[in-house]
């Protein structure tokens, strides 16, 4: 019993201090996004990627005595949504910050209660709210039954995502939070699209050769967006110095991932078909040799 009340003791103290903690910080977030959807407590997102980390464990045990869903309907007007509106948020990313003067080396949270730093910031909320969209795209890996594309970088990927950026849009949504936000809303607009054409069926196949160049876009953007981010704490550009390095090690964690996909998915398979193609060639050549040999024995046996 002694033992429950230290526990409980402990316990409470460290709830204490970290409810001390966070209203510190709430004391310098964004006032402005304070009423917006599900930007009150982060309590919300963090329950929706349990939700969805939850069904990752649970949903391919649910379908693996049921039939797939074919729904090639609904998986088009899924992903041509999704171009439509990560296409949105780029456009108004970039518009507003061409408008705004935004300087792409170095460009400080505007917090002023205007129409163009609220513009920027409800692009990037809109930006953050497509984050949680997207865990449909694991939702339909699995009650498809294609439980091979979810993988770790997968999964990392969906459920890290919002909650990276339910914090940059609480304290910094502006300034240089637009950076890789524009580019990687750019990118989906290009995987959205390779999603929907390929969805239409195996017919569209050889319209889609542009696959692994989507990968090359989002190598390069993980590049520049590390290198955006360093030369920025080099500078001592005046945005928060924790979101910087926050957004470089991020960067940097998918830039490892995604290089190894690359590696796997592209790299080595044409290495390997490469290697069988010269099996097949080698074993052609001497199987001809050998018939040859064969045929010209038979002919001095015959003569």
């Known amino acids: 019993m002694e033992l429950l009340e230290v526990y409980y003791s402990h316990l409470t103290h460290y709830h204490a201090l970290a409810t001390a903690k966070y209203s510190y910080f709430l004391s310098f977030a964004d006032k402005r996004v304070e009423g917006w959807l599900m930007m009150s407590s982060p309590m919300y997102t963090i329950y929706l990627c349990a939700a969805y980390l939850l069904f990752v464990a649970v949903g391919p045990k649910f379908m693996a005595n049921r039939q797939p869903l074919q729904s090639r309907t609904l998986l088009i007007l899924y992903n041509v949504a999704m171009v439509l509106l990560n296409l949105y948020i780029f456009v108004e990313l970039l518009s507003t910050a061409i408008l705004s003067n935004y300087n792409w080396v170095c460009t400080p949270v505007d917090y002023a209660d205007e129409p163009l730093p609220n513009r920027m910031a409800a692009a990037l909320w809109w930006y953050y709210f497509s984050k949680p969209i997207e865990f449909f795209d694991t939702v339909m890996f699995i009650l498809r039954k294609k439980d091979r594309q979810v993988t770790f970088l997968h999964v990392y990927h969906h459920v890290t995502m919002p909650l990276l950026w339910w914090i940059g849009i609480k304290w910094v949504a502006g300034g240089q939070s637009f950076f890789g936000a524009t580019l990687n809303s750019s990118v989906h607009v290009f995987m959205y699209s390779y999603y929907a054409l390929s969805a239409l069926g195996p017919h569209m196949q050889k319209h889609l050769w542009w696959k692994k160049h989507i990968t090359h876009y989002q190598l390069f953007q993980f590049v520049w967006g590390i290198a955006h981010s360093v030369y920025s704490l080099y500078i001592d550009c005046p945005f928060p110095k924790w979101m910087q390095y926050a957004c470089a090690g991020y960067a940097f964690s998918f830039l ?40 010209a024995n038979g002919k001095l046996k015959a003569q």
């Open 256 to 295: 490892v991932l995604f290089s190894n996909f690359y590696i796997q998915n592209f790299l080595k398979k044409t290495g390997d078909k490469k290697e069988i193609k010269g099996k097949e060639a080698n074993g052609k050549v001497n199987g001809s040799v050998k018939a040859n040999g064969k045929a």
